[in-house]
């Protein structure tokens, strides 16, 4: 699974489900779900550079343990337009093209922004 951060506040998830030749499935399928960052979810990479520069051999591992999020993605999106929420989406999902997916929520969120990424109920 890929993930990506982009500027407009944007994570992007694509996953490839592997097919089987045998049974005459294609090669792999590719799904792609897009969802609204918070800004607590992540660390400043400048905080990471740091943090490497002070000790570089140093194994870190999670200070805290977070549960499972379970999202529904029950909002199908238009990949052509999905230019105005990030750039980074056309390049991440193009290979998922009738498989890109959000919640209703975010898109609610993004609309409230004045971000039309045209997504299909």
């Known amino acids: 699974m890929t993930e990506c951060f982009s500027s407009q506040d944007v994570k992007i998830f ?3 489900i592997l097919g089987e030749l045998e049974r005459g499935q294609s090669q792999y399928q ?3 779900f897009i969802t609204r960052l918070n800004h607590n979810e992540i ?3 400048e905080s990471m550079a740091r943090l490497r520069q002070k000790n570089p051999q140093a194994i870190r591992t999670a200070e805290e343990k977070r549960n499972t999020e379970m999202l529904s993605m029950n909002v199908a999106v238009n990949l052509t337009r999905t230019w105005q929420l990030s750039a980074h989406i056309h390049n991440m999902c193009s290979v998922a093209r ?3 997916y959000t ?3 975010d898109v609610r969120h993004w609309l409230d922004r004045g971000k039309h990424a045209y997504c299909i109920p």
């Open 14 to 16: 694509r996953a490839l």
């Open 30 to 32: 590719a799904l792609c």
């Open 43 to 45: 660390i400043p990479s």
């Open 98 to 100: 009738e498989a890109v």
């Open 103 to 105: 919640r209703e929520a």
